[in-house]
């Protein structure tokens, strides 16, 4: 993370303390144009999950406020001790790996595409923008609206049983979840896999070729090597964002029959049941999975968050 | 080479002709059921047989008052605009101090931005409920813009930095040699080449806020500050018997396909913000 603009535009033959002085003085100007920002992302962060905190570790009901009392871990032992929270668990997990494993298959084959193609990348990557710009609720209507058996087209596609009632089973609404949100956010993972496949310089290609090099192994020993950082921050991120996952099974089931996620779990207990103590150590639990994760690619994987970007 | 060259022009047509199938087909299904009168909404084809724009219709009648959609979808722009423009503001300060200024503790405000990034925001949820209940911001607008906010700075820090960066900054002492002022020099030289990337942040961030729902279900209980993703979740049909499916692909159509024309006006900046400080170079 190098600086590019002159950081002190004094020119070397400045006295040593007026110099120190710029420094300061720019330091200052520095803290101040920074903290009305801090001190904002800070507001609904920290103060909320040390809240949180807190909240675990009572029992705490909004339907009988008298009843307030401190719980400890007890809060934390319910929901660990629960099937439905591992069931939820079990269900994100799963969600998440599914989705962004045939999310990095299909960014990657379009990165290539706009990458590679003769002609007609204006034209792809207009339509990967489409699912970018609609409102995730909005793509899960569109998703249910297709596969619901009463006015969906799906059903009546060949090779498809006309019977089938998608949101009738666990496993089949959550082919339909999984298609849905690979459809909303694999236009993001083809961009920042496209965006590490432009830096690979061309001549490396040729000279494989001149080897004799196939397609596939210039794919294998060239662009996956060294699309190995970006590939590791589009997965960070967009592994981070699948296990939040809630707008769309919200939209097309409200986690029924066993198709909950924790974050809908979270919102069941904080915003329908009003167990502000139970619902918040769900968030607590949810906070250490999310940092885990984190935890899991950098060190494990070695993913360089210096070349990252926030999602978008 | 005839021969091969016909072959892989028709395996990229396919290939393209794919990609713009799968990214289309959900978009045009959403259009076509709006436009479907309800005596054919069952009738499973992808292509309207016959056009009503009833569902449109239904959307406003009643005016502000009784119209289901209009004082969402006025939440939904005043909420996105003020928090857009606020967090453009904040953010730009930062950018400009991070990509510019040496000072110690920059490292731990990109850091701590892109921590944010990550955060799960169900965990702040419950607070946020139980405070903003006690605060008054319960169902507010600012009890929106708040969290909203909070969540699109990273996001806008990242790009702006990103874009500040190539700017050549020395153009604006160039400027003060050949006798510009400092304001000047900044207004008539900085400021026109920021601009491109502060539009770009702007457009990020305001589709951002659009497209919440996790905040906008929870922090909200009435019209007054639902915003169109919560208030499309809570939509009823006419009456008791009849789904809202006609009316929700109506004002879904209705939010989708502005934002789609202005993300395919600004693709090259979109691009560029999304990908921006994803790779150095």
């Known amino acids: ?26 330091r200052k100007l520095a803290w101040m144009l920074c903290a009305p920002a801090v001190v904002a992302m800070l507001l609904v962060t920290a103060y909320p999950i040390a809240y949180a905190v807190v909240l ?6 909004l339907r009988f406020p008298e009843e307030n009392s401190f719980a400890g871990l007890s809060n934390y032992a319910t929901v660990l001790t629960s099937s439905l929270w591992w069931t939820d668990v ?10 962004v494993a045939i ?17 007609g990348r204006g034209v792809v990557r207009t339509s990967v923008l489409i699912p970018y710009g609609i409102i995730t609720v909005v793509a899960a209507f569109a998703w249910q609206f297709a596969f619901a058996p ?17 949101f009738g089973g666990r496993f089949s609404s959550f082919a339909v979840i999984i298609m849905a949100e690979v459809w909303k956010t694999t236009p993001f993972m083809a961009l920042l896999l496209l965006a590490g496949l432009v830096t690979i310089d061309d001549q490396l290609y040729e000279a494989a070729r001149v080897d004799g090099a196939s397609a596939w192994q210039r794919f294998t020993r060239i662009t996956l090597p060294l699309m190995k950082p970006a590939i590791l921050v589009a997965l960070l991120f967009r592994t981070l964002d699948a296990f939040r996952v809630f707008d769309t099974i919200f939209i097309m089931t409200r986690g029924a029959l066993e198709t909950e996620s924790v974050s809908i779990l979270g919102y069941n207990q904080l915003i329908s049941r009003l167990n502000l103590g139970l619902g918040s150590a769900v968030s607590v639990l949810i906070f250490i999975c999310v940092f885990l994760i984190a935890l899991l690619f950098v060190r494990g994987f070695g993913a360089k968050l210096d070349e990252g970007r926030p999602g978008g | 080479m005839e021969h091969r060259d016909g072959r892989d022009y028709a395996l990229w047509s396919i290939a393209i002709l794919l990609v713009v199938i799968f990214a289309l087909i959900p978009v045009l299904w959403l259009i076509s059921i709006s436009l479907k009168p309800p005596a054919e909404l069952a009738d499973q084809h992808f292509i309207p047989s ?21 004082k969402p979808l006025i939440n939904s722009i005043g909420i996105a605009l003020i928090t857009t423009v606020i967090s453009i503001v904040l953010a730009s300060f930062a950018a400009y101090a991070i990509a510019r200024l040496e000072f110690p503790g920059k490292r731990l405000i990109l850091a701590g931005a892109l921590a944010i990034a990550m955060f799960p925001p169900i965990s702040t949820v419950g607070p946020l409920f139980d405070m903003w209940r006690a605060l008054h911001l319960y169902d507010t607008w600012l009890g929106l813009i708040i969290p909203y906010l909070t969540f699109s700075l990273p996001l806008a820090i990242y790009v702006l930095v990103a874009f500040f960066r190539e700017i050549p900054w020395e153009l604006e002492q160039a400027a003060q040699v050949d006798g510009a002022t400092p304001f000047q020099a900044f207004t008539k030289v900085i400021v026109p080449l920021a601009a491109p990337g502060v539009f770009t942040a702007a457009i990020l961030v305001f589709i951002f806020c659009w497209n919440d729902f996790l905040f906008a279900i929870s922090l909200t209980s009435s019209d007054a500050s639902r915003t169109v993703p919560a208030a499309l979740a809570f939509f009823t049909g006419e009456s008791s018997f009849t789904a809202p499916t006609g009316s929700i692909a109506a004002a879904a159509v209705v939010v989708t396909v502005p934002i789609i024309i202005f993300v395919l006006i600004f693709q090259r900046r979109i691009v560029a913000g999304l990908t921006a400080g994803a790779v150095k170079g």
């Open chain 1, 1 to 26: 993370m190098t600086v590019n603009a002159p950081a002190n535009p004094n020119p070397p033959e400045a006295a040593p303390t007026k110099a120190s002085s710029r420094t300061r003085s720019e």
């Open chain 1, 56 to 61: 675990s570790l009572q029992n705490v009901d």
């Open chain 1, 90 to 99: 079990f269900n994100t997990v799963f969600l998440m790996v599914t989705t």
């Open chain 1, 103 to 119: 999310e990095l298959v299909l960014g990657m084959a379009i990165a290539l595409v706009m990458h590679r193609a003769i002609f």
């Open chain 1, 150 to 166: 009463e006015t969906g087209f799906v059903n009546n596609l060949p090779l498809i049983s006309d019977e089938m009632d998608w």
């Open chain 2, 50 to 70: 016959s056009i009503s724009f009833d569902n449109y219709k239904s959307l406003f009648e009643g005016g502000i008052s009784d119209s289901p959609f209009i």
